[in-house]
């Protein structure tokens, strides 16, 4: 009784921290093998020890997250040709994950190693088309860099907090995409904010390149258009107003239906053959008959 009791308990924090998107997957055509991954709370100490490590203050709404659940994993995969396809992945890496960008530099490391910080020699960098009111994040001792998201090596979510003094504990932080030519782009100012957007777009292939001035790729923007055409279409709206063009119209409820094979009707031509036969006949006749000379 006190398992069934506890089993119903997580049911409803699962469904309060997917916010009911399991269903909505699962409704979706298609759409199969929908997992959540069950993870305990994250303990206090763990993220006392998190904070002391890396001299910054996790924000609220994250510390209260992984209060709740240490870390998130959400998949779902589509049925083409009877094979289960892995499409949509939305994760948070736990606190232990919750790693920085940049590893200290190792003893061992030759004294002139490129690193990363070596882009950071200009120092305006406004690079992301975030624009020039927006500061862009550094890849020195200014910023202070965690990785949120892989993205399947497609970029990668980190949790940003600039403007850092060695020794100082940094507080203020935001949410930034970091594509796969070491651009920034801004994405949320919380995590509250970023988590919504992840659970809007499905964890769609390379939906984070939408923040981008690129965009995603044309095969991400096919399943975008076909799982989520509301605010795929807005934001296709914002970034081309009129549209792109290349995108092929499909109907979710028409396209994982087998085709029926209709009959082709057969073509009469056996009258048209038949006069074209006596003429041909006819006219072979009359250049025959004639008064021999």
Same mark, same amino acid.
């Given at each position: ?19 009911? *998107? ?34 910054? *203050? ?25 094979? @289960? ?6 994760? *948070? ?64 979510? @980190? ?16 949410i930034w995409f970091l594509d796969r030519s070491l ?54 709206s914002l970034a081309d107003p009129a549209g792109d ?49």
């Open positions: 009784m006190d398992e069934t009791k506890e089993s119903f308990v997580f049911k409803g924090v699962a469904e309060r921290l997917t916010l009911g *998107i399991t269903r909505l997957l699962e409704s979706m055509p298609g759409v199969v093998d929908v997992r959540f991954a069950e993870r305990e709370p994250a303990e206090k100490r763990s993220l006392l020890s998190w904070e002391q490590k890396n001299t910054c *203050i996790l924000p609220e709404d994250l510390r209260d997250f992984y209060l709740t659940t240490d870390g998130f994993t959400l998949t779902w995969s589509v049925k083409l040709d009877n094979e @289960c396809v892995p499409l949509g992945c939305m994760m *948070i890496n736990s606190v232990a994950r919750l790693c920085p960008l940049l590893q200290p530099v190792s003893l061992f490391s030759l004294p002139n190693a490129p690193s990363l910080a070596d882009l950071d020699w200009e120092e305006n960098n406004t690079e992301g088309g975030t624009g020039p009111s927006l500061a862009t994040p550094h890849f020195d001792s200014r910023s202070r860099i965690f990785e949120l998201d892989s993205c399947g090596g497609n970029g990668k979510v @980190c949790l940003v907090y600039k403007n850092c003094t060695p020794g100082v504990v940094a507080q203020q932080s935001e651009c920034w782009h801004f994405m949320t100012a919380t995590f509250t904010s970023y988590y919504r957007l992840m659970i809007t777009h499905l964890g769609l292939p390379e939906w984070q390149y939408a923040f981008t001035p690129y965009g995603p790729s044309p095969q991400a923007k096919q399943w975008a258009s076909l799982y989520q055409p509301l605010t795929f279409s807005s934001e296709l063009s290349h995108l092929n119209k499909l109907d979710p409820t028409k396209a994982f239906k087998g085709k029926a094979k209709t009959p082709i009707p057969k073509k009469k031509q056996s009258a048209q053959c038949s006069s074209g036969n006596t003429t041909k006949s006819q006219g072979s006749t009359g250049r025959h008959v004639g008064p021999k000379r």
